[in-house]
């Protein structure tokens, strides 16, 4: 396959592009994040979410430690060309590093963010320092 579909997305700067992984089956938005050219491109050949950590300076593989990898059903562009979808399968029902389902678990209420959703595992468990 041709990498000139790369070629169709509009790269910030820094040569990234905001993603937003969605459950396929509920639609529900799990996490937000950034992908480069690699990988994306990395995205679409193993068929498993890899993204750009910008705080770790590298591609992350999500799930790399945890094992809540992501699997892609597909993969979608705004029309903008400067967003990605990915409509995905979550492994292990996690996909925010704090334990719970997904990274926007925090609702303005009454002037404040309040925790709305469970902690569905220990974060301690899930990322065991050696």
Not at 50 to 71: A, D, F, H, T
Request: aromatic share 10%.
């Amino acid at each position: 396959m041709s990498a000139s579909w790369l070629d169709e997305i509009r790269w910030t700067e820094d040569g990234l592009v905001p993603v937003i992984a969605q459950q396929a089956e509920t639609g529900k938005v799990l996490m937000f994040a950034w992908m480069n050219r690699e990988s994306l491109a990395l995205t679409v050949a193993e068929g498993y979410a890899v993204y750009w950590s910008r705080s770790r300076g590298r591609l992350w593989r999500k799930g790399e430690e945890s094992g809540n990898r992501q699997k892609i059903l597909g993969i979608f562009q705004d029309c903008d060309e400067d967003v990605i979808l990915l409509k995905i399968e979550q492994e292990g029902g996690i996909a925010c590093h704090t334990g719970r389902e997904s990274c926007f678990y925090r609702s303005l209420v009454d002037g404040q963010w309040q925790a709305v959703e469970p902690v569905l595992k220990d974060p301690e468990t899930i990322y065991k320092k050696s």
